[in-house]
């Protein structure tokens, strides 16, 4: 999220990342309400589009859950599941009865041959990347004429409520990861992929308390992940204040504020170079 004072706002290393995710494989499936709702959204769009065939790629796969339904979609002749995390690519291997392609990659360096994708879907990956600009230009070059891509993200302001009661627990310290600004989406999205439509809204989570929703993004392995962060467990104190500070709603529970955003692109034309080649 937007820097504070001194706080130090850079991403996480891609190692910390992949060991993260791929510890929290067993248990991520069980708390992925805002993966699904947003995964969905783009799934049911998909499912609506006539004549899908080809090859298709999951960028960011996880677990394989979408991996599994793009691969019922449609008529595909091959689907790959590309992540990261080694420990998410072996359990989503490991609970697939369907012929995939299971891949761990780095999306900043997609390996596939130029235009040999007929879909990209990629699923709140992008967030966790320290060059979105460059996974959005990857899947430019591979994709084929005709071909389509469907990317969703979180942006600034996600996480907004903790992010501020954290604030006042504990001054000086981050306890939540770095997003891009809607605008800087907008201009990279603007540059790479020309035509693209990107959709906005706000989406609010409830939970019982706090501390389930701390628990929430444990099990997704998605907690705080810059470099700079303390490896030592969070102080009880300073949790307890974290609780106190976090707004409460009227009937008593909380919510979660979660900035998403949806890019959807078709490569129409493969002799157009973004501002990005032509420089």
Known sequence: MSALGAIDTRPANKADIAREFGNARTTYDSASRLQRLMGNAMFETLQSQAGMAGCAL???CGTGWFTRKLAGLGNFVSVTGMDLSPGMIEHAGANTPHDIIWTVADAEAIPLPDQSCDLIFSNLMIQWCAAPA???RECRRVLRPGGKLVV???LDGTLRELDQAWRQADPGQNHINRFESEATLREAVSRELPGA???????RLPYTSPLTLAAE???LGAGYKNASRRRSMT???RLRAMCRHYPREPEGGVVASYEAAWVSWSCRDINHKTQTEKE
């Open 58 to 60: 999951d960028l960011g």
């Open 197 to 203: 439509e990107i959709e906005t809204k706000t989406l």
């Open 235 to 237: 102080a009880p104190g």
């Open 217 to 219: 993004l444990k099990h």
């Open 152 to 154: 969703s993200t979180l």
């Open 134 to 136: 460059q996974v959005l």
